[in-house]
């Protein structure tokens, strides 16, 4: 949570006009539309598109790609015209700066963490990937980098540079995001899984309880 006590909240892997309202009623400041095949939570970018209108003027709508080439990026950004990338595969910083020249677009950077290490791999990204978000590793025999409802030592993260735009995902839920906020204290929170009924069925009730569990985290501690 930042130091005037707001709090940026993304819910990713959007797939359905109801889920995206949900999504923008609860006061979202960023929403995600995924571009992964294997993800179950995956969109084809003309589809992103029509659904990322809803936001303009209300929240910034991100691309998130995962190591993809020019090509399939030139489809994404015809098609969806995203306000931001986020870059979730093993891109370097060097192709993190030739991606934010070549559309002219914010990125973030995505970093899988277990140990206090592996924070340690921000350190070439910074000053080229304008924002970052720290998500658990995949569990053994996953092919998502992201959205497998798994968290990581929160308090890890209170060895980041305070100056330091990131967001916080992995395994949130509204059960568990009061926790999240005290320990961690980060600008931003990501939210996917933990808003659905089944992998890649974002639930708008669930999105509405994730909300009010976030408000009423916020109120305890201004308490």
Same mark, same amino acid.
């Given at each position: 949570? @930042?130091? $005037?006590? #707001? ?5 990713? /892997?959007?797939? @359905?006009?109801? #889920?995206?309202?949900? %999504? ?7 929403? /995600? ?24 003027? +209300? ?5 998130? #790609? ?7 990026? !030139? +489809?994404?950004?015809? %098609? ?11 891109? @370097? ?20 963490? +277990? ?14 990937? !304008? ?16 959205? $497998?409802?798994?968290? &990581? !030592?929160?308090?890890?993260? @209170?060895?980041?540079?305070?100056? #330091?735009?990131? &967001? ?7 059960? $568990? ?12 929170? !990501? ?18 309880? &994730? ?13």
């Amino acid at each position: 949570m @930042t130091t $005037n006590g #707001t709090l940026d909240v993304k819910i990713c /892997g959007l797939k @359905t006009p109801q #889920t995206v309202a949900a %999504a923008l009623a609860g006061g979202a400041g960023h929403i /995600g539309f995924i571009f992964f095949p294997k993800s179950p939570r995956n969109v084809e970018p003309e589809e992103a598109g029509r659904l990322r209108q809803a936001a303009r003027g +209300r929240a910034l709508a991100v691309a998130v #790609t995962v190591d993809a080439d020019d090509a399939f990026l !030139d +489809r994404i950004v015809a %098609a969806m015209a995203p306000d931001m990338l986020q870059l979730h595969g093993s891109e @370097t910083p060097a192709r993190v700066a030739e991606i934010k020249a070549r559309y002219g677009l914010p990125a973030v950077k995505a970093f899988s963490v +277990r140990a206090a290490s592996d924070l340690a791999a921000i350190v070439p990204y910074r000053g080229v990937a !304008d924002r970052f978000l720290f998500d658990a590793k995949p569990p053994k025999g996953s092919e998502l980098p992201g959205g $497998n409802g798994v968290s &990581f !030592d929160w308090s890890l993260l @209170t060895a980041v540079p305070a100056d #330091t735009d990131y &967001f916080l995902s992995g395994g949130l839920n509204a059960g $568990n995001i009061a926790e999240a906020l005290r320990v961690a204290a980060p600008p931003a929170i !990501d939210i996917s899984s933990g808003v659905e009924s089944a992998p890649g069925v974002k639930d708008p009730a669930l999105i509405e309880a &994730f909300f009010r569990a976030v408000s009423a985290a916020r109120e305890h501690r201004a308490a």
